[in-house]
C-alpha cells in the first residue's frame, strides 16, 4: 500500500478541506523498513532526482565512537537496551535513531538513522 503525504481532507477544526487538484507522485511516501540485529542486508531505493538511498534492513555491527579518547571502533551489537521512538522496538531488537544498543565496548546511543544512511553510527554512553 502506498503512503501518500499530501494535505490532509480535514482541516485542524474538522471541517472538510475540497481538493485543489488530484495526487501528485512527489508525494508519495515510502513504506517503512525497520533495522534488526542480524547479517548485513540493504535494500537500495531511487528517490527523486534519480538518487539512490540506502536502506539498512539488518546489521550486527555499529560503528562506536568514544568522546573521551575521540577514537571510532567498528564493534558488534549485541541487542537494543532502549528505543525512545516506541518501548515495543526494544523486544524486537529495532535500531532507529537515539537507540540505547549494548555493544562489546558497552551502552551506546544510534546517532545515525539507518533506514536513511545505511550503516549504524553510535557514541558511547557512560
Not at 50 to 76: C, I, M
Request: hydrophobic residues 30%; positive net charge.
Amino acid at each position: 500500500m502506498a503512503l501518500w503525504q499530501g494535505r490532509s481532507r480535514r482541516a485542524i477544526t474538522g471541517k472538510i478541506l475540497r481538493p485543489y487538484r488530484k495526487k501528485r507522485k512527489y508525494e508519495m511516501g515510502g513504506e517503512h523498513l525497520f533495522t534488526t540485529i542480524g547479517e548485513k542486508r540493504t535494500k537500495m531505493v531511487r528517490t527523486r532526482g534519480g538518487n539512490q538511498k540506502v536502506k539498512l534492513l539488518s546489521t550486527n555491527v555499529a560503528y562506536v565512537t568514544d568522546k573521551k579518547t575521540g577514537k571510532t571502533t567498528k564493534t558488534e551489537i549485541l541487542s537494543v537496551v532502549e528505543n525512545p521512538a516506541n518501548p515495543h522496538y526494544v523486544r524486537r531488537n529495532i535500531i532507529t535513531k537515539g537507540a540505547i544498543i549494548e555493544t562489546k565496548l558497552g551502552k551506546a546511543k544510534v546517532t545515525s538513522r539507518p533506514g536513511q544512511h545505511g550503516e549504524i553510527f553510535a557514541v558511547l554512553v557512560e
